[in-house]
């Protein structure tokens, strides 16, 4: 058994090397459609997979994104939020293999059928319970309600990129119901059901080896690191160690 530390950044870099190789998505970027929503996490992830279908070109990740939580001291932390709306780009829509340029998961959801996948982020996540939950600031749902209509209603896979820094201990339904109460203030949160997504997965499905998180913290830019313990034979802690080693140096999230 062996420890290593990641950062947020080197987590989400990860996090989007192991999606790359995940089966549906393989699949459904060959001869259905890939939608992926908007976000940090998958800023890293939809950066991977154009890479690998060759049309990286014109994509960004500094931009990819609806809302991001930043410190006090940053003057457009106010709501919470660094850009609306009009300021998004797109989601990444692959259609057949071929980016959809400017689509966005409301151009296509009602077209979206089974075998199509959508990669949608988290904001909170119980790692026991492999659920998590959707932050909602809109009236209509936002992204994910648009998404679970063709989860829910077509059997869309669902698949949620969520780094390990954003486990919470409370049960997640609980939580939701809390904070959707009448008279309650702040974002409302939708627990979704599909596939979690974290850290761990991507080193399990990359090597083969298990990894456990054994501790959390850091200063001076590591601040909501995760430590982990991997354990495996020795093909597959070797294995281990050559990608972390390739995400350990991943800079921090830039706007």
Same mark, same amino acid.
């Given at each position: 058994?062996? $420890?290593?530390?990641?950062? *947020? ?15 549906? #998505?393989?699949?459904?970027?060959? =001869? ?5 929503? +908007? ?30 939580? @930043? *410190?006090?001291?940053? *003057? ?6 660094? $850009? ?9 829509? #692959? ?22 996948? #959508? ?11 492999? !659920? ?13 309600? +648009? ?10 896979? @669902?698949? &949620? ?10 049960? @997640?339904?609980?939580? +939701?119901?809390? @904070?959707?109460? *009448? ?21 399990? &499905? ?7 998180? #054994? ?9 909501? =690191? ?9 093909? !597959? ?5 050559? &990608?972390?080693? =390739? ?9």
């Amino acid at each position: 058994m062996k $420890q290593f530390v990641l950062t *947020p950044a080197a987590g989400k870099r990860l996090i989007a090397k192991a999606l790359v190789t995940h089966p549906s #998505i393989q699949a459904a970027i060959r =001869s259905n459609t890939v939608v992926i929503i +908007a976000g940090t996490t998958n800023s890293y992830v939809a950066e991977e997979i154009l890479q690998t279908i060759g049309q990286a070109d014109g994509f960004s990740r500094k931009r990819f994104f609806r809302g991001v939580v @930043l *410190p006090p001291w940053r *003057p457009t932390a106010a709501s919470g939020r660094h $850009q609306d709306e009009s300021g998004v780009p797109g989601d990444v829509v #692959i259609v057949n293999g071929v980016w959809q340029k400017g689509k966005t998961i409301f151009d296509v959801v009602d077209d979206l059928k089974e075998g199509d996948v #959508i990669l949608k982020g988290a904001n909170a996540l119980d790692p026991t319970r492999r !659920q998590a939950v959707v932050m909602v600031g809109l009236a209509d749902g936002g992204t994910i309600g +648009a998404a679970l209509r063709a989860v829910v209603g077509r059997r869309v896979r @669902l698949i &949620l990129p969520v780094g390990l820094e954003k486990r919470v201990y409370c049960d @997640l339904m609980d939580l +939701a119901a809390k @904070l959707n109460t *009448p008279g309650a203030s702040g974002p409302r949160l939708l627990p979704v059901p599909g596939e979690v997504f974290t850290e761990i997965d991507a080193i399990s &499905l990359l090597t083969g080896a298990k990894a456990e998180l #054994i501790a959390a913290g850091g200063v001076y830019g590591a601040e909501g =690191s995760v430590r982990l313990a991997v354990c495996g034979d020795t093909e !597959q802690m070797e294995a281990a160690e050559r &990608l972390i080693r =390739s995400v350990s140096l991943e800079p921090g999230f830039e706007l």
